[in-house]
């Protein structure tokens, strides 16, 4: 709200403090997370697979429905078309990692190894996606999104894994300043591409390119949450694994969409819907952390 109402308090945030505020997440997962948690989430392959198929398959398609349907039905301009289907092509957001850590702890690491498998192949699997749905080839910067995964992953995960490790009580002196410290980087997350796209928001084709971007993300958490509970019916925890893949379905690197867009669309009609999607994406899940929270305590 603060950032619809005044801008200005969220615009300082801008893209180059994105890496380290999510690294910053991703460190408060690994103080509370050992090495054996994240030995577990490779012991599950099926559900690995289930979270690249739900990112890399599933979340296309529905990209493609919606975006055929902006303009055939909606009678919206080509490129908004073309900007949420580029949404649909990338990778999975490292903010779902720690919704699942906010929601069902355990299944954290098992959410990271998704995201870090769908953020490494994404140099090859975007741009063939956004070939064939699009009609238009992306080059993408391999060198940077191994980085981005070093940065804002791996060398957080292991310093917080180390650090519990080794030294225990410094973990236990930080532990609960770590809830509030999240909560106001995730407000920055969130609120900051609102407040930044507030233009493209309030733009002609804004309230409908809002419908039908709330309406592609809710089906994607739908389509991860319902699909997971029957592929995995029989598995111990299968809500708490719905609640993983309905987060990882749902939730995408609208960012890197964005900068896509920017960078290799001459239209700038096609970087509305991903401008859009990073601010409903961010609100709807964690809409459904507030919700499943209190389901599983």
Same mark, same amino acid.
């Given at each position: 709200?603060?950032?619809?109402?005044?801008?200005?308090?969220?615009?300082?945030?801008?893209?180059?403090?994105?890496?380290?505020?999510?690294?910053?997440?991703?460190?408060?997962?690994?103080?509370?997370?050992?090495?054996?948690?994240?030995?577990?989430?490779?012991?599950?392959?099926?559900?690995?697979?289930?979270?690249?198929?739900?990112?890399?398959?599933?979340?296309?398609?529905?990209? +493609?429905?919606?975006?055929?349907?902006?303009?055939?039905?909606?009678?919206?301009?080509?490129?908004?078309?073309?900007?949420?289907?580029?949404?649909?092509?990338?990778?999975?957001?490292?903010?779902?990692? +720690?919704?699942?850590?906010?929601?069902?702890?355990?299944?954290?690491?098992?959410?990271?190894?998704?995201?870090?498998?769908?953020?490494?192949?994404?140099?090859?699997?975007?741009?063939?996606?956004?070939?064939?749905?699009?009609?238009?080839?992306?080059?993408?910067?391999?060198?940077?999104?191994?980085?981005?995964?070093?940065?804002?992953?791996?060398?957080?995960?292991?310093?917080?894994?180390?650090?519990?490790?080794?030294?225990?009580?410094?973990?236990?002196?930080?532990?609960?300043?770590?809830?509030?410290?999240?909560?106001?980087?995730?407000?920055?997350?969130?609120?900051?591409?609102?407040?930044?796209?507030?233009?493209?928001?309030?733009?002609?084709?804004?309230?409908?390119?809002?419908?039908?971007?709330?309406?592609?993300?809710?089906?994607?958490?739908?389509?991860?949450?319902?699909?997971?509970?029957?592929?995995?019916?029989?598995?111990?925890?299968?809500?708490?694994?719905?609640?993983?893949?309905?987060?990882?379905?749902?939730?995408?690197?609208?960012?890197?969409?964005?900068?896509?867009?920017?960078?290799?669309?001459?239209?700038?009609?096609?970087?509305?819907?991903?401008?859009?999607?990073?601010?409903?994406?961010?609100?709807?899940?964690?809409?459904?952390?507030?919700?499943?929270?209190?389901?599983?305590?």
């Amino acid at each position: 709200m603060l950032a619809l109402v005044f801008p200005p308090s969220f615009t300082w945030f801008t893209a180059r403090y994105y890496a380290p505020a999510l690294g910053f997440l991703m460190f408060a997962v690994g103080v509370n997370s050992s090495e054996k948690d994240f030995i577990e989430a490779f012991k599950r392959p099926a559900a690995i697979f289930a979270g690249y198929v739900g990112q890399f398959v599933v979340k296309p398609i529905l990209g +493609y429905i919606f975006g055929t349907i902006s303009v055939s039905v909606f009678g919206l301009p080509t490129p908004i078309g073309a900007g949420i289907m580029l949404v649909s092509c990338v990778s999975g957001a490292q903010l779902s990692n +720690y919704a699942t850590f906010l929601t069902d702890p355990p299944l954290a690491p098992l959410s990271i190894v998704m995201t870090s498998l769908s953020t490494a192949t994404a140099v090859f699997v975007t741009p063939l996606l956004s070939l064939l749905l699009i009609g238009k080839r992306l080059p993408v910067d391999v060198k940077g999104m191994v980085s981005s995964i070093l940065q804002i992953v791996v060398v957080p995960i292991a310093a917080g894994l180390l650090l519990n490790r080794f030294f225990p009580r410094i973990c236990n002196a930080i532990r609960p300043f770590l809830p509030p410290l999240s909560v106001l980087v995730t407000a920055c997350c969130v609120g900051a591409p609102l407040a930044i796209n507030i233009e493209s928001v309030m733009s002609p084709f804004g309230l409908t390119i809002l419908l039908l971007i709330i309406t592609f993300h809710l089906s994607a958490f739908v389509a991860g949450y319902v699909v997971t509970g029957l592929a995995f019916a029989e598995a111990h925890d299968v809500k708490a694994l719905q609640r993983t893949l309905s987060y990882e379905t749902g939730m995408q690197s609208s960012l890197l969409a964005l900068a896509l867009a920017n960078r290799f669309f001459q239209d700038p009609l096609v970087s509305v819907p991903p401008a859009i999607s990073t601010v409903i994406m961010s609100l709807m899940g964690f809409f459904l952390v507030m919700l499943w929270a209190k389901k599983s305590e």
